[in-house]
């Protein structure tokens, strides 16, 4: 069973191997899934390249960001928890950061709870095959983060609201018994790399940190009236590298 799959054995293939790395070059790094917001980081001033991710699907660079005393970068992932994990494997192999600050969109569950407001999770259901592969079996990866990204945004008087979220893989298969059931154990949104994301940080002892904005609802019938915007929202970018200069100096 794929819930039985973790082991502590050594795996077979390390992203060491493929990216050698001469000196720590990174402190953070930002995960984003906007090629816009992407884009953006890229043209502001004094940042740069850093390095290069590769993948049969071309290259994807991680750009260092203009944030004084702290080096931070950022690279776009491609959607899904395999994709964004391995990413994250391979961004540490080659700058040497241990802390990471997921961005993205997510769908509702809740719009009561969720209208108007980021969404910061506490926990992460593992409806997904990567978490299997770096923790223990269980229904839900506790993200021990949230504290952080909470005081950030209250600092900055961002609004914004805790809660589960429901990672899939199965975008297409998200059907409303499994919502109904994941609302009743609170979760308020869906999304598809948190609960892998985290668990790769777990298992690895790095920091993870995320949040959320709400693109379309699942509540009474699917609505994808604000998608693009939650997607690509640059105000995202700021409250990332706001959270970046959060983070305590031992991280």
Same mark, same amino acid.
């Given at each position: 069973?794929?819930?039985?799959?973790f082991?502590?054995?050594?795996?077979?293939?390390?992203?060491?191997?493929?990216?050698?790395?001469?000196?720590?070059?990174?402190d953070?790094?930002?995960?984003?899934?906007?090629?816009?917001?992407?884009?953006e980081?890229?043209?502001? &001033?004094?940042?740069?390249?850093?390095g290069?991710?590769?993948?049969?699907?071309?290259?994807?660079?991680?750009?260092?960001?203009?944030? &004084?005393?702290?080096r931070?970068?950022?690279?776009?992932?491609?959607?899904?928890?395999?994709?964004?994990?391995?990413?994250?494997?391979?961004?540490?192999?080659?700058?040497?950061?241990?802390?990471?600050?997921?961005?993205?969109?997510?769908?509702?569950?809740?719009?009561?709870?969720?209208k108007?407001k980021?969404?910061i999770?506490?926990s992460?259901?593992?409806?997904?095959?990567?978490?299997?592969?770096?923790?223990?079996?269980?229904?839900?990866? &506790?993200?021990?983060?949230?504290?952080?990204?909470?005081?950030?945004?209250?600092?900055?008087?961002?609004?914004?609201v805790?809660?589960?979220t429901?990672t899939?893989?199965?975008?297409?298969?998200?059907?409303?018994?499994?919502?109904?059931?994941?609302?009743?154990?609170?979760?308020?949104?869906?999304?598809? &790399?948190?609960?892998?994301a985290?668990?790769?940080?777990?298992?690895? /002892?790095?920091h993870?940190?995320?949040f959320?904005?709400?693109?379309?609802?699942?509540?009474?019938e699917w609505?994808?009236? /604000?998608?693009m915007?939650?997607?690509?929202?640059?105000?995202?970018?700021?409250?990332?590298?706001?959270?970046?200069?959060?983070?305590?100096?031992?991280?």
């Amino acid at each position: 069973m794929i819930t039985d799959s973790f082991s502590l054995e050594e795996p077979i293939i390390k992203p060491e191997m493929i990216y050698r790395r001469s000196e720590k070059l990174l402190d953070v790094c930002l995960i984003t899934f906007s090629w816009k917001i992407f884009q953006e980081a890229r043209n502001m &001033e004094g940042s740069k390249v850093v390095g290069t991710l590769s993948a049969a699907s071309g290259k994807y660079d991680i750009i260092s960001l203009p944030i &004084e005393g702290r080096r931070v970068g950022i690279f776009l992932s491609t959607v899904g928890a395999p994709a964004c994990g391995g990413f994250m494997e391979d961004a540490h192999a080659l700058t040497g950061a241990e802390s990471f600050i997921l961005f993205g969109s997510a769908g509702t569950l809740d719009e009561d709870k969720t209208k108007g407001k980021f969404i910061i999770p506490t926990s992460a259901y593992r409806d997904e095959g990567l978490s299997y592969h770096y923790l223990e079996k269980g229904d839900y990866v &506790e993200l021990e983060g949230w504290r952080t990204v909470e005081k950030v945004f209250a600092s900055l008087k961002v609004p914004y609201v805790l809660g589960r979220t429901w990672t899939t893989d199965a975008f297409y298969r998200e059907t409303r018994r499994a919502a109904e059931e994941r609302r009743a154990e609170g979760c308020i949104a869906v999304e598809m &790399e948190i609960a892998g994301a985290a668990s790769v940080a777990i298992h690895h /002892n790095w920091h993870f940190y995320a949040f959320l904005e709400s693109g379309d609802s699942l509540e009474e019938e699917w609505r994808a009236s /604000n998608l693009m915007g939650a997607n690509h929202n640059a105000l995202k970018l700021a409250l990332a590298m706001e959270t970046a200069k959060g983070l305590s100096i031992d991280n």
